[in-house]
């Protein structure tokens, strides 16, 4: 029985998935505002694995429609429903940065504040970010447009984002693009398992240099960065990696801390 009510589901996904974009966007969107208004929060969360599916599909295409912003809305609101705010407020960033004309019409004033204040901004920030996202200030490539929501969505230093700006990246990288050094130090530092909290306020969003992804705001923040990194490849086996950073780290900072780490990490 489970056999069949699968092949069913694959039979129907890839049915709906050969459908193109914009009809896809919109019958998605309708859905998601059905449920929305019914307030089920069991059907939300199931519908939630399928709406993420599509919004693969949609950054990954090319279209930019109506229809698409229309969606990313309600996709908003049934976050916001879930009391997901940081998604939630995520997805509204997301429609204002890719459809600046359309979700003109679409997303409020009062409501962009109100999900900003959910997700944690104070008033100060939530306005800062609004004016961000003004259609006036949107970028017009679809590259640079891809940058500029990276960095704005960096910026939110929330580890509930990180696969959503991973993707974006993986869209960058599919155009072609190369990723700017800030995103790549800020990858680097969040697969290590360094605390998200103002983690952007060590990135250099301004500079188009590579630098030294160990090059923070403080000695201790580059320390423990070093640590998490010596730790994280020991983990997952590449030892050689490991031992040569923490010749690195001996060196960079030098002391009775650094050679007392090193021996205890690789002798125990």
């Known amino acids: 029985m489970k056999s069949i009510l699968f092949t069913s589901l694959v039979f129907v996904l890839s049915l709906t998935l050969s459908i193109p974009v914009c009809a896809q966007a919109d019958i998605e969107a309708s859905y998601l505002q059905h449920i929305n208004e019914q307030n089920n929060l069991f059907l939300l969360k199931d519908n939630l694995p399928t709406a993420e599916l599509y919004v693969v599909d949609f950054i990954m295409n090319d279209t930019y429609n109506r229809e698409e912003s229309v969606f990313f809305e309600a996709l908003a609101k049934t976050y916001h429903l879930l009391e997901e705010y940081e998604k939630s407020f995520y997805y509204t960033l997301l429609n204002m940065c890719f459809y600046p004309k359309e979700s003109e019409l679409i997303v409020m004033r009062t409501v962009f504040i109100d999900r900003a204040y959910r997700a944690g901004l104070d008033s100060s920030s939530a306005s800062e970010f609004y004016v961000m996202c003004h259609k006036n200030k949107i970028p017009e490539s679809e590259n640079e447009r891809l940058i ?10 929330s580890r509930v984002l990180v696969q959503d700006i991973n993707l974006l990246a993986r869209k ?3 155009l072609k693009h190369s990723l700017p050094f800030w995103y790549q130090q800020w990858y680097f530092l969040t697969e290590i398992g360094m605390p998200i909290n103002n983690l952007s306020e060590n990135l250099d969003f301004e500079s188009d240099m590579i630098g030294n992804v160990y090059d923070l705001n403080t000695e201790k ?6 640590r998490k990194s010596i730790r994280y490849y020991k983990d997952i086996q590449a030892k050689s990696v490991a031992k040569s950073l923490s010749k690195e780290y001996n060196a960079t900072y030098p002391g009775f801390r650094s050679w007392t780490y090193y021996r205890l990490l690789f002798i125990y």
């Open 172 to 174: 960058l990288v599919e």
């Open 148 to 157: 500029y929501l990276m960095e704005i969505a960096i910026k939110l230093d």
């Open 221 to 226: 923040l580059s320390k423990k960065a070093y």
